[in-house]
């Protein structure tokens, strides 16, 4: 069973930078999109960043060029940074990769595939 594992979300000041970490089994990151969402309190779910099949880089439309998305394919782990952290951006953010469709073999969309639990960030004055 394919999972997806979030770390180095916590409570942090605004101002400062945190990077978390997505790892997962195998190769799943060489196949299909991966990448990060977030869910705001009484928001819903959005896209921050993704890294596409042909390893495009799509940042989402309210990110404003403080998150960094990159990965390790040697060892399976997705990474995305948020340097000078702002109130805003407190939110659970999930990793997401997409999966081969078993019928024709097609990579499904970064968010119709595989989820993580979600690390949560909290920012505070």
């Known amino acids: 069973q394919v999972r997806l594992l979030e770390s180095g979300g916590g409570s942090v000041q605004a101002g400062e930078t945190l990077k978390l970490s997505c790892t997962t089994s195998?190769?799943?990151?060489?196949?299909?999109?991966r990448g990060w969402f977030r869910q705001g309190p009484g928001k819903e779910r959005e896209l921050v960043a993704q890294?596409?099949?042909?390893?495009?880089?799509v940042y989402g439309d309210s990110v404003k060029g403080r998150f960094t998305i990159s990965e390790d394919k040697d060892k399976n782990i997705l990474y995305l940074q948020i340097d000078n952290l702002e109130i805003e951006d407190t939110a659970v953010y999930y990793c997401?990769?997409?999966?081969?469709?078993?019928?024709?073999?097609?990579?499904?969309?970064?968010?119709?595939?595989?989820w993580g639990q979600g690390t949560q960030v909290t920012v505070s004055t």
């Open positions: 997401a990769a997409g999966r081969r469709r078993a019928t024709t073999g097609r990579c499904t969309p970064v968010d119709d595939g595989y």
């Open positions: 195998g190769r799943l990151f060489d196949q299909c999109a």
């Open positions: 890294i596409t099949r042909d390893r495009r880089i």
